[in-house]
């Protein structure tokens, strides 16, 4: 639903105008951006990606000092950011700025180009990965900005396709171009798309959840340590 409405806003431009109406398909002016090369809505900019959303690369952790054992620091490397999990911990201290948010968008910068929001508040990011994060007040979502940039995405990593190994450099990202919209009472785009993060990242938390009570009470089950019993066998139990 994130990416049709998304596709519905960003890309056929008939989002709502100021009247309530499909702006493009109810003759809303375009005009010719330069720098994206097609038109835009007039009143709509084109701004650098480190203009439009908080980046901020991860911390080079050393190998050295990654451990399996629970630490304070939870470390998502590239392996963990398209399970949204967390592999290795460390016994480095770092800065709080590398610490990762609920709702922040994760890109691997090395292979496959691995792209997600992240759910919890604990973990922190290290090097050849990326965040982005919704900068304070900006009309522009980091949830916007994921799917502006996964075309580029995409096709840098069709193209390393051929080599060993894809790199994201700085260079590239900051070649990038974002949309500004612009936003007015029929059209607030980035809290729509920051309501939709949110339920995206409260289910994969809830599926998790899930899955680790399940992971838990299946082994039980299977040896007898615990039972399933139907509610007709025992009925006594819903007696008020």
């Known amino acids: 639903m994130a990416r049709q409405l998304y596709d519905y806003w960003f890309v056929q431009f008939d989002f709502p105008d100021e009247n309530g109406r499909p702006y493009k398909s109810s003759g809303g002016r375009m005009v010719w951006n330069e720098k994206l090369k097609r038109d835009i809505p007039e009143q709509w900019e ?26 304070n620091t939870p470390v998502v490397r590239i392996r963990d950011i398209l399970n949204g999990t967390v592999s290795a911990y460390s016994t480095e201290e770092t800065d709080s700025k590398y610490r990762l948010s609920r709702g922040d968008v994760l890109i691997g910068m090395d292979g496959n180009f691995h792209m997600n929001l992240w759910c919890d508040n604990q973990a922190y990011l290290n090097q050849r990965s990326v965040r982005f994060r919704q900068i304070g007040g900006s009309p522009i979502s980091a949830l916007q900005v994921m799917f502006e940039v996964a075309p580029y995405i995409k ?34 785009p980035e809290k729509t798309l920051n309501q939709i993060a949110d339920l995206i990242v409260e289910n994969r938390i809830e599926v998790s959840n899930l899955t680790t009570q399940r992971d838990e009470l299946l ?12 509610t007709e066998v025992n009925c006594d139990l819903f007696k008020t």
Not at 169 to 185: A, E, N
Not at 219 to 230: D, E, K, R, T, Y
Request: charged share 20%; aromatic share 10%.
């Open 46 to 71: 084109v701004i650098n990606l480190f203009d439009a959303i908080d980046v901020q690369y991860g911390f080079p952790f050393s190998t050295e000092l990654l451990v399996d054992d629970v630490t």
């Open 155 to 188: 096709a840098k990593e069709q193209n390393a396709k051929g080599s060993t190994v894809g790199h994201l450099s700085d260079k590239d990202l900051r070649g990038l171009w974002i949309l500004k919209p612009f936003t007015h009472l029929h059209f607030s």
């Open 219 to 230: 082994p039980l089950l299977m040896n007898g340590q615990a039972s399933v019993i139907p």
